[in-house]
């Protein structure tokens, strides 16, 4: 328990949204994804995930960790079938967002849901790292109304919001985590997956890898950092992480990018240099084909709709 203490203390975690939404039309999506982490919690109507299309109930909460795909219904019928890029696109359709708190947990077919991220000394992200699925958290009641104070506090401007928002993020991720060892999920990943936190060479290479995204990530400059020979630098990384380091970098990149497309007006040429890519065009093929959508596609919805 000592070491999950370690690790949960060295966690950096940033609130990304929450919303309150209304189901416009029963729908499934086949492939939803996201960079962060989503906790969904059902108010009222039906919800169900993965190929065997379990079920939440409601007052049960659906957690999708970041990076991670996933087949997700809305409504007690499947309805239309359509991809991750589709609902980007088309959200408005699907969903109407809920700005009135007296309809939190009362308006028919509505969820609430919480987006964070959670990185292990700032630079991987935690629940991707563990290769956890998507997961039914039943029977937290702490955890719903985390969920529901973090939406009502994004839903009202008044003083020391932020703060509150960052400290009910905090405890949801903890609460997240304590749920895991609690219930004894996913023993064998925890037990494959969480030991390489322990590495000082490989925190190192996050460490160097997060403050240098734009510079020079080569297999020859990573072996500098961890102080092992360049032909091992790759089997090391990945014999303790279960990626190879390119794809690490890649992912990094990408998660970076989709951040400076959310937060700043850099035209797409200047984030993709910014994360590392002197070739624009391939910067957005390679965007398009981890997120299935290109990048000024994904800044327009996040600028039109933002939920």
Same mark, same amino acid.
């Given at each position: 328990m000592e070491d999950y203490n370690k690790i949960i203390e060295s966690l950096g975690v940033r609130f990304i949204k929450a919303k309150n939404l209304v189901l416009q039309q029963p729908f499934t999506v086949r492939n939803?994804? @996201? /960079?962060?982490?989503?906790?969904?919690?059902? !108010?009222?109507g039906s919800i169900s995930f993965g @190929?065997?299309?379990?079920? /939440?109930?409601?007052?049960?909460?659906?957690?999708? *960790?970041?990076?991670?795909?996933t087949r997700v219904r809305y409504g007690s019928s499947e309805g239309k079938v359509i991809s991750n890029d589709d609902l980007i696109t088309n959200k408005e359709k699907f969903f109407k967002n809920n700005? @009135?708190?007296?309809?939190?947990?009362?308006?028919?077919?509505? !969820?609430? $849901?919480?987006? $964070?991220e959670a990185k292990v000394f700032d630079s991987v992200n935690f629940?991707?790292?563990?290769? +956890?699925?998507? $997961? =039914?958290?039943?029977?937290?009641? &702490?955890?719903?109304?985390?969920?529901?104070?973090?939406?009502?506090?994004?839903?009202?401007?008044? *003083?020391?919001?932020?703060?509150?928002?960052?400290?009910?993020?905090?405890?949801? #991720? #903890?609460? +997240? +985590?304590?749920h895991i060892l609690r219930n004894r999920m996913f023993v064998e990943q925890l037990a494959t997956n969480s030991t390489y936190f322990k590495?000082?060479?490989?925190i190192d290479l996050f460490n160097y890898i997060k403050e240098n995204i734009g510079g020079d990530l080569s297999n &020859? /400059? =990573?072996?500098? +950092?961890?102080?092992?020979?360049?032909?091992?630098v790759g089997q090391y990384f990945k014999m303790l992480t279960g990626i190879n380091p390119q794809d690490y970098i890649e992912y990094q990149r990408m998660e970076r990018a989709v951040f400076l497309l959310r937060t700043t007006k850099k035209s797409i040429r200047e984030i993709g240099k910014? #994360?590392?890519y002197k070739d624009t065009a391939y910067f957005c093929r390679r965007f398009k084909m981890m997120f299935g959508i290109p990048a000024g596609k994904m800044r327009r919805r996040e600028s039109a709709m933002n939920i």
């Amino acid at each position: 328990m000592e070491d999950y203490n370690k690790i949960i203390e060295s966690l950096g975690v940033r609130f990304i949204k929450a919303k309150n939404l209304v189901l416009q039309q029963p729908f499934t999506v086949r492939n939803y994804y @996201d /960079v962060g982490n989503n906790l969904i919690l059902l !108010h009222k109507g039906s919800i169900s995930f993965g @190929d065997e299309e379990q079920a /939440v109930e409601e007052g049960e909460l659906l957690f999708i *960790p970041g990076g991670r795909s996933t087949r997700v219904r809305y409504g007690s019928s499947e309805g239309k079938v359509i991809s991750n890029d589709d609902l980007i696109t088309n959200k408005e359709k699907f969903f109407k967002n809920n700005s @009135d708190l007296d309809l939190i947990g009362d308006a028919e077919e509505s !969820h609430s $849901f919480v987006s $964070f991220e959670a990185k292990v000394f700032d630079s991987v992200n935690f629940f991707a790292s563990l290769d +956890v699925p998507a $997961f =039914l958290i039943s029977g937290n009641n &702490k955890l719903a109304n985390l969920v529901i104070k973090v939406v009502e506090e994004s839903m009202q401007d008044l *003083p020391g919001r932020e703060r509150l928002i960052n400290i009910y993020t905090e405890n949801i #991720v #903890v609460e +997240v +985590v304590r749920h895991i060892l609690r219930n004894r999920m996913f023993v064998e990943q925890l037990a494959t997956n969480s030991t390489y936190f322990k590495d000082p060479r490989l925190i190192d290479l996050f460490n160097y890898i997060k403050e240098n995204i734009g510079g020079d990530l080569s297999n &020859k /400059v =990573l072996s500098n +950092v961890a102080n092992v020979s360049e032909d091992y630098v790759g089997q090391y990384f990945k014999m303790l992480t279960g990626i190879n380091p390119q794809d690490y970098i890649e992912y990094q990149r990408m998660e970076r990018a989709v951040f400076l497309l959310r937060t700043t007006k850099k035209s797409i040429r200047e984030i993709g240099k910014e #994360v590392g890519y002197k070739d624009t065009a391939y910067f957005c093929r390679r965007f398009k084909m981890m997120f299935g959508i290109p990048a000024g596609k994904m800044r327009r919805r996040e600028s039109a709709m933002n939920i």
